[in-house]
């Protein structure tokens, strides 16, 4: 598999595996392959590498290492969180969340609804940001568990969970939230942060793909989500993966000796791209507010194109970036994030997000730069909508442009 250079603005989706995070877990995979639950030295030694790792997710977040469980990505930690609640409280059957949810939380909470749960997903205002006095309004006496992201995915619009924690201790209601954009950009302390349960997801910074976790704050009971082995001292079954636990631990390290290159270097190259972006390009407009805000994100909505055209003519180029999530494209629908802040179902449909991070460099945002009001122009001349619209015969040849 070859690879020519690509220019990747993509990193809210995936990352890429640091190499120092690859050095630190092969010999997991090649030398100390046992399990960790053997009984022989060969097995149970990696147990303690296993133990080294959940220090440092720990000290990632300020949490203690017995309060965090390993688990395979941020979607299983978001739907164990909310299904412990649940299990927990059996007299407790409504949820509130927020229609800008990632689908690990919007799909899990329609799934409850099915099942005959309550749920209230909160609505967000045009700049993406939640109407605190309707939250509180929403918590009942039978509410379990109020889930409300730290940051959005889409617009990395950031929510003050630190208030909504507040909001929930005083109602007597538990609070999960899921961090998974968070590590590496804003610092972490669960403790001033004061939620019960919080999720991350170890690919968004800088480690493999398939482990995550759930931080599950001291004396909150907790159900186990996955049942078998004794493993993760009772809270999650299944033998550990463990060259993925050490590149977490890993991965920890490496995100936190970052998070002021990440807030000076990367912010500053992302806003020299937004601001660029909507310098060079008519009918261009931000999404979101733009803080309190990621500092590696941003989300542009291009009037009168498609964003899947855009992408199509980007990849040709070599640029990675996306429309909404990577977990919902593929459908032809506008993303749920865009739309619930008001964009109109056509407007949503023409939303490109450019996410950054630590590998991006100047010349990658001058690629980008050179080439897409090229892209947006061509694609804006070849579409019907267009205020110049060309004769009836270009407008077809040119509309095949993007697909071929
Ligand atoms: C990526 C992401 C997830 C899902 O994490 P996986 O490890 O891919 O399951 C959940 N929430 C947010 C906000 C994300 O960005």
């Known amino acids: 598999m070859s690879q020519r250079k690509?220019?990747?603005f993509d990193n809210n989706a995936t990352t890429r595996v640091a190499p120092e995070v690859i050095e630190a877990m092969t010999p997991f995979l090649t030398e100390y392959w046992g399990n960790p639950s053997s009984a022989y030295g060969f097995g149970h030694r990696t147990a303690k590498h296993i133990e080294e790792a959940r220090h440092k997710v720990a000290a990632l977040i300020h949490a203690e290492p017995r309060e965090i469980i390993f688990t395979s990505c941020g979607t299983e930690s978001n739907n164990a969180a909310i299904s412990s609640c649940l299990q927990m409280n059996p007299d407790k059957r409504h949820v509130v969340t927020t229609v800008v949810e990632h689908s690990a939380n919007i799909k899990f909470c329609k799934l409850l609804q099915k099942q005959g749960y309550d749920v209230t997903f909160l609505p967000v205002e045009a700049d993406g940001l939640l109407d605190l006095h309707l939250l509180q309004k929403s918590i009942r006496a039978d509410t379990a568990v109020v889930s409300v992201m730290w940051a959005n995915n889409e617009t990395g619009v950031l929510f003050p969970i630190e208030e909504i924690a507040a909001i929930c201790r005083s109602h007597g209601v538990l609070c999960h939230t899921d961090a998974v954009q968070v590590p590496g950009k804003l610092a972490i302390d669960v403790r001033s942060l004061g939620v019960d349960l919080l999720s991350l997801?170890?690919?968004?910074?800088?480690a493999p793909k398939g482990i995550g976790l759930l931080y599950v704050k001291r004396r909150t009971k907790f159900q186990p989500y996955i049942v078998g082995g004794g493993q993760e001292r009772g809270k999650r079954g299944g033998?550990?993966?463990?060259?993925?636990?050490?590149?977490?631990?890993r991965a920890a390290e490496f995100v936190m000796?970052?998070?002021?290159?990440?807030n000076s270097r990367v912010r500053r190259l992302r806003d020299r791209l937004e601001n660029s972006i909507l310098a060079a390009i008519p009918r261009t407009i931000r999404n979101g507010a733009i803080e309190p805000r990621l500092?590696?994100?941003s989300n542009l909505a291009f009037e009168g194109v498609e964003a899947e055209a855009i992408l199509v003519l980007l990849?040709?180029?070599g640029i990675c970036a996306s429309s909404g999530s990577a977990c919902t494209t593929g459908s032809l629908d506008p993303s749920h994030v865009l739309t619930a802040m008001g964009l109109s179902s056509s407007r949503a449909r023409g939303c490109v997000r450019f996410s950054l991070g630590i590998y991006n460099t100047e010349e990658d945002v001058d690629y980008l730069l050179e080439h897409l009001p090229g892209v947006i122009q061509r694609l804006r001349a070849a579409s019907p909508a267009s205020p110049a619209t060309p004769p009836k015969q270009q407008v077809a040849e040119a509309r095949h442009v993007p697909v071929t």
Do not use: C, M, W
């Open 257 to 262: 000796e970052r998070i002021s290159e990440e």
């Open 315 to 317: 990849d040709q180029l």
């Open 201 to 206: 997801s170890a690919h968004k910074l800088h």
């Open 239 to 249: 033998t550990e993966n463990v060259a993925g636990i050490v590149a977490f631990g």
């Open 295 to 297: 500092p590696n994100t």
């Open 6 to 8: 690509i220019y990747y």
